[in-house]
Nanobody, 117 residues
């Protein structure tokens, strides 16, 4: 089973930036589409960004133009650069990979992002 380890979260003021990292063993990110999700308190988990094996990217409307997803295959790591953060970005952020149309069943602990003044 794949184990994801997310890191990089923290407390940041509105307008600030954070860079999240997601590590996984093996070459999984070079084979499958990777995605960043987030779950705010009391809300469902939502997909915010994906990056395919060919480095094609997609973003939810709520983060488009502010977040950038990238992948470093040599480090087996996927990143999420988050700029112009707002309190609405406060959530626990998770990563996962998709085989076909299905996201993996295993989730890491996530990394908490709090945007507050």
């Amino acid at each position: 089973q794949v184990q994801f380890v997310e890191s990089g979260g923290g407390l940041v003021q509105p307008g600030g930036s954070l860079r999240l990292s997601c590590a996984a063993p093996g070459k999984i990110f070079s084979i499958f589409t990777a995605g960043w999700f987030r779950q705010a308190l009391g809300k469902q988990r939502e997909l915010v960004a994906t990056v395919g094996p060919g480095s094609n990217t997609n973003y939810s409307d709520s983060v488009k133009g502010r977040f950038t997803i990238s992948r470093d295959n040599t480090e087996n790591t996927v990143y999420l650069q988050m700029n112009s953060l707002t309190p609405e970005d406060t959530a626990v952020y998770y990563c996962n990979v998709r085989g076909g149309s299905t996201w993996g069943p295993n989730w890491g602990q996530g990394t908490q992002v709090i945007v507050s003044s």
